[in-house]
């Protein structure tokens, strides 16, 4: 399951990183989808994922003879906080509402869990802790690196060919609840939608 996991967020970050790059079909769709199914990889089989059980051995109770009731519980709620993390980045990455701060709520909430990897390894220098802590990193370091990123550079960066575009969205930005903004983006957008 390692393998499906890595595999899953590096195809999401270079079809993020190609959607800054050009327009191809079905970016958005590709993204969401992949994102999602890393989301559900985290929140059902955290218990397995995080303590490197392989899929194929998930339900055997045998895979767990080893591994504490705590390590488990542990290992549940890591993958819970960690599920809301994909989801936030693609909010941040698409302009969703809210983005920002799920991204936020997610990043807080992991850095109790870091906290206790990191005592945990100190104190016991596990192997499960030290790749733990590894995995936590990487991701934190993802989200923290989406966290920072201004919504308009992401749009620029989307959007270069349209700077009509990108300068009404950016306006809309300043005050969302204004109609008439909204109207003039909806233009710009079909516009824009229709020479491409």
Same mark, same amino acid.
């Given at each position: 399951?390692?393998?499906?996991?890595?595999?899953?967020?590096?195809?999401?970050?270079?079809?993020?990183?190609?959607?800054?790059?050009?327009? &191809?079909?079905?970016?958005? /769709? #590709? $993204?969401? =989808?992949?994102? %999602? *199914?890393?989301? @559900?990889?985290?929140?059902? +089989?955290? !218990?397995?994922?995080?303590?490197?059980?392989?899929?194929?051995?998930?339900?055997?109770?045998?895979?767990?003879?080893?591994?504490?009731?705590?390590?488990?519980?542990?290992?549940?709620?890591?993958?819970?906080?960690?599920?809301?993390?994909?989801?936030?980045?693609?909010?941040?990455?698409?302009?969703?509402? &809210?983005?920002?701060?799920? /991204? #936020? $709520?997610? =990043?807080?909430? %992991? *850095?109790?869990? @870091?906290?206790?990897?990191? +005592?945990? !390894?100190?104190?016991?220098?596990?192997?499960?802790?030290?790749?733990?802590?590894?995995?936590?990193?990487?991701?934190?370091?993802?989200?923290?690196?989406?966290?920072?990123?201004?919504?308009?550079?992401?749009?620029?960066?989307?959007?270069?060919?349209?700077?009509?575009?990108?300068?009404?969205?950016?306006?809309?930005?300043?005050?969302?609840?204004?109609?008439? =903004?909204?109207?003039?983006?909806?233009?710009?957008?079909?516009?824009?939608?229709?020479?491409?």
């Amino acid at each position: 399951m390692k393998q499906t996991e890595i595999s899953i967020g590096l195809a999401i970050l270079l079809l993020m990183v190609l959607r800054l790059c050009f327009t &191809y079909p079905y970016a958005a /769709l #590709l $993204i969401t =989808l992949l994102t %999602l *199914l890393l989301s @559900i990889l985290y929140f059902v +089989f955290s !218990f397995g994922l995080l303590n490197q059980i392989r899929f194929r051995n998930l339900f055997k109770k045998e895979s767990y003879k080893d591994i504490s009731i705590l390590r488990l519980i542990g290992a549940i709620g890591t993958g819970l906080i960690l599920s809301i993390l994909p989801i936030s980045i693609l909010f941040k990455f698409q302009g969703w509402p &809210y983005g920002n701060i799920i /991204l #936020l $709520i997610g =990043l807080v909430s %992991l *850095l109790p869990i @870091i906290a206790i990897v990191i +005592f945990k !390894f100190f104190t016991h220098k596990n192997r499960f802790y030290k790749t733990l802590l590894i995995h936590l990193s990487i991701i934190s370091a993802v989200g923290i690196l989406f966290f920072f990123i201004k919504p308009e550079t992401l749009l620029e960066l989307k959007f270069r060919d349209s700077p009509e575009y990108v300068e009404a969205v950016k306006n809309e930005m300043k005050d969302p609840e204004n109609l008439e =903004l909204q109207e003039i983006t909806d233009k710009v957008r079909l516009k824009m939608e229709s020479t491409e």
